[in-house]
């Protein structure tokens, strides 16, 4: 069982990586961070469930508490870049470099 | 021998109790005069010459006192202060040498301060000239009554001091304010001598005192003749001796009063104070480091002499009889307690008789628009009598004339010196025959003769507040020798200071074949100067000269050998520096700061701004982590 928790964890990993770095809609990169941190969830929670203890949930618990924070910043920050700049491109804010 | 160093007990009373107020009170006058500033302007001068005047009172009492006690008790401590916590005790020595130097160094200092007042009338800064004649008073007796090395050199720095502001007194004329750093420098060598003598001195006997030294068992080795040497070589600073004589050519820039005070009567003699002062410990008859002082003092009189018959400026040419006047003292000094005996006598006689043509030059060229070439000179003599008469008094002292001052001196130094090295006495006696030539050219050039005036000279006698000390300090040139060397008055009243027997008289022959050599070769050399400048006419401008002259002129080629020796090896080596610290050590930290520079700017460009960017290096650096921890967990 926990061979294959963790190999769809795996799989989920690797979609939100490939989605963050292909995608530049800035909605959609943010969906696929919060791809990758359920995905950890998911392996954290196995773990969990293989040697019995408590420990892996609740980290689960704080990462969703996490998430659910970092989803609010984010997106206030996602339409508020939207409405200066007329676009939810993750390439189009870049500004802050050399 | 006697230890002359036995200090007799407790601390002195009465005046001599007091003989701080000797270094003091100058002190205090040249602290008022510096510190007031402008507004002791117009009573300055009068300040200046009181406190001279009070200190040389103090002096002649102490004397008074000395000479009421027993001579074996006429060595007073005088302690003062604790100056460096169990090393050096600061205090007063007060015994027959130091007193001796106090009453010149206040006598003559005296004078030639109220001599200032005169000279120095239509000078605005004539308050900070008063200033600084009484810190080089105060430091002078502080050098000279100190009882111990630290003292002493406090004192010796002051003066130097001192010497340099007041060389460089017309700091405006660039050839003053170069001759007053020459002099600091020049100087600077031999305290780095007397500096370094004393720290060995430390070391070995672990005092510093006379006193102290004098309790020590000396023995004559490599150490004590090396620290002999290294006093030697700052007397040879401070007395223009060579080979550190070439500041004192230069430092007649200074007012005429400054050569006369510092740089002929008083601080010159300090090196002669210190070989003597020193002489029962580091310079015993028969010793290395006294047969250097006798050769150095031998070569310093012919060198001098040499310097003085091509001068044709009048201070100069005097500057030169200085140097040679000390070669002499410097040579007697070599020879154990007889040698210190004329010694002193001869700083003392020449103290008066120099101090007296300084000041006598310096009234001649007050009378000549401050015109210094003896060659615009000629036939002064009926035009200021009081001037030519004193000078003429001071020449026939210096050059040695029967009965005179410098007669009795000199000769005794000579005939001490044939006794122990006849080389070395005859060459001063050689010595003597220039002395004779080069003064009586100086006379004739100056005072007979046809005149050579400028067209707007109109020479006249100086006011009477200049003449009177020119007086006074001839009658000291005319009298002076026969009251000290006459009987060994001086020799026995020094005895017990510089540690000779107290049972014994120096002979004095007038009539022994070196004391009618010298007579009969100066006497040949005041002919030649007769034939010379005297008969023959005085050309206005310069000859060219012989090869010798030209030699005599460039003052022994000192300054060329001090610049290729010194100076141009010191400026390659500043170049070489400054090459060294432009593109070595420059170029490293440069370098080092534009590699970092450089890389730096090309780094940057990693911050594209480009937010997937940045996701990537995160996935690889997370995938790199991992990996190693992967590794890591293996091994």
């Known amino acids: ?98 | 021998m006697e230890n002359p160093a036995q200090i007799l007990g407790n601390t002195a009373g009465g005046v001599i109790g007091f003989s701080w107020l000797m270094i003091a009170l100058p002190l205090v006058g040249a602290a008022i005069l510096l510190i007031g500033g402008r507004r002791t302007n117009k009573w300055g001068h009068l300040l200046g010459v009181a406190m001279s005047l009070g200190a040389f009172v103090v002096a002649v009492l102490a004397l008074v006192q000395l000479l009421g006690l027993d001579p074996e008790q006429r060595r007073q401590a005088v302690h003062l202060y604790e100056f460096i916590p169990g090393m050096v005790d600061m205090g007063l020595l007060v015994d027959q040498l130091s007193i001796s130097f106090a009453l010149l160094i206040t006598g003559v200092g005296s004078l030639i301060h109220i001599y200032s007042i005169g000279y120095m009338s239509h000078d605005p800064e004539r308050r900070r000239f008063f200033a600084y004649l009484n810190l080089f008073v105060a430091a002078m007796l502080l050098l000279v009554l100190a009882d111990n090395y630290v003292g002493l050199f406090i004192g010796w720095e002051g003066v130097g001091l001192a010497s340099y502001l007041l060389i460089g007194f017309w700091y405006f004329k660039p050839s003053a304010a170069v001759a007053a750093k020459k002099a600091f420098i020049v100087n600077r060598v031999g305290d780095f001598g007397l500096l370094v003598g004393m720290f060995v001195m430390w070391t070995t006997f672990g005092t510093l005192s006379f006193a102290g030294l004098g309790d020590a068992t000396i023995e004559q080795n490599g150490t004590v003749t090396a620290i002999g040497l290294l006093l030697l070589l700052g007397a040879c600073g401070k007395s223009a001796q060579l080979p550190l004589q070439s500041w004192l050519l230069d430092a007649m820039e200074g007012p005429t009063p400054v050569s006369a005070l510092i740089h002929a009567a008083t601080m010159v003699t300090a090196g002669v104070y210190l070989v003597v002062r020193s002489g029962a410990f580091f310079f015993p008859l028969g010793s290395t480091a006294a047969l250097v002082a006798g050769i150095v003092g031998t070569a310093t009189l012919l060198a001098g002499a040499i310097i003085g018959c091509a001068k044709d400026d009048i201070k100069k040419g005097l500057a030169g009889s200085t140097m040679s006047q000390i070669g002499y003292m410097m040579l007697g000094a070599a020879f154990g307690p007889v040698g210190y005996a004329f010694a002193i006598g001869h700083l003392i006689t020449h103290g008066f008789f120099k101090a007296d043509m300084f000041l006598g030059a310096g009234s001649v060229m007050h009378a000549m628009n401050d015109e210094v070439d003896m060659r615009k000179y000629g036939g002064l003599f009926s035009k200021m009598k009081v001037t030519a008469i004193t000078f003429i008094i001071g020449y026939l002292a210096i050059i040695g004339f029967p009965l005179l001052s410098g007669y009795f001196t000199k000769d005794g130094i000579i005939e001490t010196a044939i006794e122990h090295n006849p080389v070395m006495g005859w060459l001063a006696v050689a010595g003597a025959g220039l002395t004779g030539f080069y003064m009586s050219r100086m006379i004739f050039m100056t005072f007979f003769g046809k005149a050579r005036w400028d067209k707007d000279a109109h020479p006249h006698e100086s006011p009477a507040v200049m003449t009177v000390p020119l007086i006074i300090l001839s009658i000291g040139a005319i009298g002076l020798g026969a009251f000290l060397v006459l009987g060994g008055r001086l020799y026995q009243w020094l005895a017990p200071a510089v540690g000779g027997a107290r049972d014994f008289v120096p002979a004095f022959h007038p009539f022994s074949v070196p004391g009618l050599s010298t007579l009969a070769l100066v006497a040949v050399g005041v002919v030649i100067a007769w034939f010379k400048y005297g008969k023959a006419e005085v050309p206005v401008t310069a000859p060219r000269g012989s090869f010798l002259t030209t030699f005599a002129r460039r003052d022994l080629y000192g300054d060329a050998l001090n610049e290729s020796l010194f100076m141009r090896p010191g400026q390659w080596l500043t170049r070489l520096a400054v090459f060294f610290d432009n593109r070595g050590i420059d170029g490293l930290v440069n370098g080092l700061a534009a590699t970092i520079g450089g890389s730096s700017g090309r780094l940057r460009r990693v911050q594209t701004g480009f937010a997937r960017t940045y996701a990537l290096s995160i996935l690889f650096g997370a995938a790199l982590l991992t990996g190693a921890l992967l590794l890591v967990g293996n091994l």
């Not at chain 1, 069982?1 to 490939?18: D, H, R």
């Not at chain 1, 919060?34 to 469930?49: I, S």
């Not at chain 1, 019995?52 to 996602?78: H, K, P, S, Y």
């Open chain 1, 1 to 98: 069982m926990t061979t294959e928790y963790l190999v769809l964890s795996a799989i989920l990993f690797v979609i939100g990586a490939v989605g963050v770095l292909i995608r530049r809609n800035a909605i959609v990169v943010f969906m696929c961070v919060e791809l990758m941190l359920n995905a950890c969830n998911l392996a954290f929670v196995t773990f969990a469930r293989q040697w019995g203890n408590l420990d892996g949930q609740i980290i689960a618990f704080f990462v969703m508490v996490v998430a659910a924070a970092e989803v609010v910043i984010g997106l206030a920050i996602i339409v508020t870049i939207f409405r200066t700049r007329r676009s939810a491109s993750v390439d189009d804010a870049n500004l802050l470099k050399y």
